[in-house]
Antibody, heavy 119, light 107 residues
Framework: EVQLVQSGAEVKKPGESLKLYCKASGFSFTSHWIGWVRQMPGKGLEWMGIIYPGDSDTRYSPSFQGQVTISADKSISTAYLQWSSLKASDTAIYYC????????????WGQGTLVTVSS | AIQMTQSPSSLSASVGDRVTITCRASQGIRNDLGWYQQKPGKAPKLLIYAASTLHSGVPSRFSGSGSGTDFTLTISSLQPEDFATYYCLQDNNYPWTFGQGTKVEIK
């Protein structure tokens, strides 16, 4: 069974660092892109970026380039989304999702991680 | 970046109604578009990919059409479980982009 299990909710202060995980199981982690999607409170979905764990090829939305780092550890089938210095505006739910690839779509999603950044 | 303009942003409809949601791309994206449904507190779910292909397990009352810049998601007969927010996503060109979403509410 394909599963993406994400980190639990986080409460952080502005300026703190954070690394979220997305643990994959039930499929070949190195053969599928894993994407990250942000949803700010009461707002729509925003595509942040995507990584191919097989070779760590990573693409970012310009809106998030330089603000976050997407990485993956194929030895433990886990993708990561990290910040070095959080802002209050990073408060959101973050989803990871598997990109199927030919045909192309996000078919499996993690349960989402709520990140709250507040002083 | 390709902009996806989704309309309407919300609509009220009754059970049994036919509902149409549109997405317009700022440039041609062939048929590189998917439709996702999101219910409150839940992750999105895939409905349609490649603009018009119904994902496995999705009821046949959902259909998609379009190519190039104009796309449509149609629910032929709205059911109680269809009240949700719907998003289009283009994957033709990086950065991939979602439409703003359409909230389908009960009339």
């Amino acid at each position: 069974e394909v599963q993406l299990v994400q980190s639990g909710a986080e409460v952080k202060k502005p300026g703190e660092s954070l690394k979220l995980y997305c643990k994959a199981s039930g499929f070949s982690f190195t053969s599928h892109w894993i994407g990250w999607v942000r949803q700010m409170p009461g707002k729509g979905l925003e595509w942040m970026g995507i990584i191919y764990p097989g070779d760590s090829d990573t693409r970012y939305s310009p809106s998030f380039q330089g603000q976050v780092t997407i990485s993956a550890d194929k030895s433990i089938s886990t993708a990561y989304l990290q910040w070095s210095s959080l802002k209050a505006s990073d408060t959101a739910i973050y989803y990871c999702a598997r990109w199927y690839g030919n045909p192309y779509y996000f078919d499996y999603w993690g349960q989402g991680t709520l990140v709250t950044v507040s002083s | 970046a390709i902009q996806m303009t989704q309309s309407p942003s919300s609509l009220s409809a009754s059970v049994g109604d036919r509902v149409t949601i549109t997405c317009r791309a700022s440039q041609g994206i062939r048929n590189d578009l998917g439709w996702y449904q999101q219910k409150p507190g839940k992750a999105p779910k895939l409905l349609i990919y490649a603009a018009s292909t119904l994902h496995s397990g999705v009821p046949s009352r959902f259909s998609g059409s379009g190519s190039g810049t104009d796309f449509t998601l149609t629910i032929s007969s709205l059911q109680p479980e269809d009240f949700a927010t719907y998003y289009c996503l283009q994957d033709n060109n990086y950065p991939w982009t979602f439409g703003q979403g359409t909230k389908v509410e009960i009339k």
